[in-house]
């Protein structure tokens, strides 16, 4: 199983992107997916996770960013809008399958004040 995540970049902050993990297989075979970040020097945290019945955030992204997913081309997207300097880190996807768990290689963003 492989996870490519791909949408990172260079931002202002106040502006927006859009990360997109896509899985070689398809995704209803995981119970959640999701996405961390770990900011140089921090800890890796959990931005968001998708289930089937509900979706949840970090406060410090709630009201900016969403989580989604498209059956039909097995991709889960985060779409990050109002982004701040404290954004700026590499940004990992994730999934969890019935025995494990699978990491995406890390997208980069940074953002500019």
């Known amino acids: 199983v492989q996870l490519q995540a791909s949408g990172g970049g260079l931002v202002q902050a106040g502006g927006s992107l859009r990360l997109s993990c896509a899985a070689s297989?398809?995704?209803?075979?995981?119970?959640?997916m999701g996405w961390y970040r770990q900011a140089p020097g921090k800890q890796r945290e959990l931005v968001a996770r998708?289930?089937?019945?509900?979706?949840n955030y970090a406060d410090s992204v709630k009201g900016r960013f969403a989580i989604s997913r498209d059956y039909a081309k097995d991709t889960v997207y985060l779409q990050m809008n109002s982004l701040e300097p404290e954004d700026t880190a590499v940004y990992y996807c994730y999934a969890e399958g019935a025995w494990k768990d699978y990491w995406g290689q890390g997208t980069l963003v940074t953002v500019s004040s």
């Open positions: 998708i289930t089937n019945s509900d979706t």
């Open positions: 297989i398809r995704i209803f075979n995981f119970n959640r």
